[in-house]
């Protein structure tokens, strides 16, 4: 908790200033003014080159601060955004831990010195580390407080999550609620939309603070938001308990606050508060106000100071005189600038620990742990029917995984389960699981992609293990902030004090006679080039078993990509190999040996390569193929190998041909490999366009085998 006062005041009983005692009068402005002065010094050091960003939380300081009072460290769960200092120390973040953070030390608890102040992040006090994008945070934060519910109906899942990787710092308490902050400008983006939509669709015990200062950075709410009021916007949501405070007031802000936060300790559903504030010092260092803001408008916006304000109060209700109020400001300035001299000698960050959590530091999916060996049973699946019952195998095994999208539920509505067979996926990829395992753990989101994978991340945050569906690879775009900016970075940004494990499954590719440009594409090398995500693609059923069980036992974020058109083939079928079999990432499967030509390739184009293998065998050419199976990691040892074998190499994968997945692996062989090379490496994949509904056209666009047998005979000219 932050330090108490040593400034003596009256007894408990002392007389109440709109119904606050002067103790928790003193505690706040000691805060507000200490957040105040946090600011200041920062302003001071960036102006000094010591520091090398600033964004304050002035003007935000009493509805942050009275915030706190009803807020509980380590058991509530926060999503704060970077004007939420007072709220932070409120909690119990140090003077200190401001400033380490804001000088990049190597002990930063948010972040190691790796992202800039004011962002967050204390897994001790459950404040959740925040990255820079504006409205990320709603959707996280709702999936953080759908695992309240969760834990709050499935015992055995927190204590599954206690003992992961991580599982210290995984908590649930009966009442415990979720808080979300942001300001008026992040209220456009879509995102914060979808969450309230879910918030309120689920209940959730999920308290937003929106800390409306009327400006994203030049652009003022009028601009911002229809008819100028978010809270009025708002006002139409089923359940949502609606407040508008002046934020600058802190009394009102704590009645207003008080009454938020029972209503969501009572399970009574969201709250959204509209705070009005003041942003005295521009939007950051980086922005100058005056270029904007009217003289009067910047001196009416003084008047509404929150600090300025409250220490008037104190001296006119006789909380403090003016001596005890300069007495304290002095302790305050002093312990600041100790903290500030700490920090200023704090040690920087090594530059080789740059590597260090981007991945997870305990789990290896790519290690031997994770050889196994298959034990058949059954009659043979196709790939689909296997992804269902590997999902089901590890749920039965895991009660922390849910799964969740578009459809992926056999029946919304339950009652509807007697007399239907039920849906279960648009491919029927996840059929009969809601009806074996609970409308809990496997149900239908709302159409809404960005959210989807947020809500994921936050249940991840917590120590669940989301299996979430984005139902097709065209349809991911609208979640691309959340993969790039939030699910891949989550551990590396918090330097290891947060992660989100999630799996997303994405049906991929082309090959659909009809599917068209928005049912058919590829783009897999946009992710292999996200550090922090594994991105692996399967093409037999075998292969679906054991790497989908090693993306849901692996503790980092993989996006599980399952081909269309291999979905159901009869020629990529498997017996189940059992509850236990994994497969290591990274390592590539030999699907034929050859002497002649090497074709390293993956996906829909395995089979099309051993086709054309199997009649150019017919000519006596040897043809070895090897499926990389998972491409990030891949495994370059085997495609060395193999080049070494018979100095001929071709890549044959389906995305497009220019700045495809085929580019990176052809380089590195000609980069490393070069000697081993007894001609050009050869790229075959699809025309640098889009695939059509016409089937005709489509597979003119796509690689066929003919590609594929004249690429290998144009090689064995060199
Ligand atoms: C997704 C995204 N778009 C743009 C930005 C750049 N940016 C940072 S803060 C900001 C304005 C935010 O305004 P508001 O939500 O009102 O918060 P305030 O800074 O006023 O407290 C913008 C545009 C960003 N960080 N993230
Ligand atoms: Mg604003």
Redesign the pocket.
């Known amino acids: 908790m932050a330090s108490e006062t040593r400034v003596k005041v009256g007894k408990l009983d002392a007389p109440k200033v709109h119904g606050l005692d002067h103790e928790t009068l003193i505690r706040l402005y000691r805060t507000m003014y200490l957040s105040r002065r946090l600011d200041d010094r920062e302003i001071q050091l960036k102006r000094q080159n010591k520091i090398y960003f600033q964004?304050s939380s002035a003007g935000?300081e009493a509805i942050t601060a009275v915030m706190g009072l009803f807020l509980r460290p380590g058991v509530d769960w926060f999503y704060p955004?970077?004007?939420d200092r007072a709220l932070c120390l409120m909690l119990g973040v140090t003077p200190l831990e401001n400033l380490l953070a804001a000088v990049g030390a190597k002990d930063d608890l948010s972040s190691g010195g790796r992202q800039m102040p004011s962002h967050w992040g204390h897994a001790k006090w459950n404040i959740v580390s925040k990255s820079?994008?504006?409205?990320?945070q709603f959707v996280q934060a709702v999936g953080a407080a759908e695992a309240t519910l969760y834990y709050q109906g499935r015992p055995k899942a927190l204590a599954q999550a206690k003992k992961a990787p991580l599982g210290e710092h995984v908590s649930h308490e009966p009442d415990e609620i979720v808080y979300v902050s942001?300001?008026?400008?992040?209220?456009s983006?879509g995102e914060f939309w979808e969450s309230l939509n879910v918030a309120c669709l689920k209940r959730l015990p999920l308290l937003y603070l929106i800390?409306?200062?009327g400006?994203?950075?030049s652009v003022p709410v009028e601009v911002?938001t229809a008819g100028g009021s978010i809270s009025k916007l708002v006002r139409g949501f089923p359940g949502l308990h609606v407040a508008e405070v002046d934020g600058t007031d802190p009394f009102e802000s704590y009645s207003t606050c008080k009454e938020a936060v029972q209503y969501c300790r009572e399970r009574r559903g969201p709250v959204l508060i509209h705070a009005h504030v003041t942003?005295p010092y521009s939007?950051s260092l980086s922005d100058d106000e005056k270029l904007y803001k009217s003289v009067e408008e910047r001196e009416e916006e003084a008047r509404r100071d929150p600090l300025s304000k409250l220490a008037l109060v104190l001296v006119r209700e006789g909380v403090l005189d003016q001596k005890q109020i300069e007495s304290l400001e002095a302790e305050i300035d002093n312990e600041v600038r100790e903290a500030a001299d700490q920090a200023l000698a704090a040690e920087e960050p090594s530059v080789d620990s740059i590597q260090t959590n981007v991945y997870s530091p305990e789990v290896d999916p790519a290690s031997p742990a994770f050889e196994s060996q298959p034990h058949f049973h059954g009659a043979p699946k196709t790939m689909v029917e296997m992804v269902a019952a590997t999902l089901s195998d590890e749920m039965a095994r895991d009660e922390r995984i849910t799964i969740f999208g578009e459809d992926v539920a056999d029946a919304s509505r339950e009652d509807s389960l007697k007399h239907v067979k039920g849906k279960g996926g648009v491919f029927k990829a996840t059929a009969g699981l809601q009806r074996k395992y609970g409308g809990d753990r496997v149900f239908n989101s709302p159409l809404a992609e960005a959210s989807i994978v947020g809500r994921a991340i936050g249940m991840a945050t917590r120590g669940l293990k989301p299996v979430a569906e984005i139902q097709f690879f065209d349809y991911i775009w609208p979640a691309m902030?959340q993969i790039r900016d939030e699910l891949c970075v989550m551990r590396w940004r918090s330097n290891g004090a947060f992660k989100a494990p999630v799996v997303l499954r994405v049906p991929i590719g082309g090959y659909l006679t009809g599917g068209g440009v928005y049912h058919s594409q590829s783009g897999e090398s946009i992710f292999t080039h996200c550090p922090g995500l594994r991105v692996v693609m399967p093409s037999t059923a075998l292969d679906v078993a054991g790497l989908l069980r090693t993306a849901i036992r692996c503790d980092d974020p993989v996006l599980f990509l399952e081909h269309k058109h291999l979905y159901r083939q009869p020629y990529n079928r498997s017996e189940n190999p059992g509850p236990d079999f994994t497969i290591p990432f990274g390592k590539a499967r030999t699907v034929r040996e050859g002497t002649d030509v090497s074709i390293i390739t993956y996906g829909a184009l395995v089979h099309r390569t051993e086709v054309a293998a199997a009649q150019l065998e017919r000519e006596g050419i040897s043809v070895e193929i090897v499926d990389l199976r998972s491409i990030s990691p891949y495994d370059w040892e085997a495609i060395a190998a193999t080049v070494r074998k018979t100095h001929r190499v071709i890549v044959a994968y389906e995305d497009m041909l220019s700045w495809g997945y085929g580019a990176e692996i052809a380089a590195r062989i000609a980069d490393e490999l070069f000697e081993e090379l007894d001609a050009p490496v050869k790229r075959v994949a699809a025309m640098d366009t889009f695939c059509a509904y016409q089937p005709k056209l489509e597979d003119a666009i796509l690689p066929q085998t003919s590609h594929i047998r004249a690429a290998v005979k144009q090689l064995l000219e060199y």
């Open positions: 964004i935000h955004y970077y004007r820079s994008c504006t409205g990320t942001g300001g008026d400008g992040s209220t983006e800390e409306d200062n400006y994203a950075i911002q942003r939007h902030m």
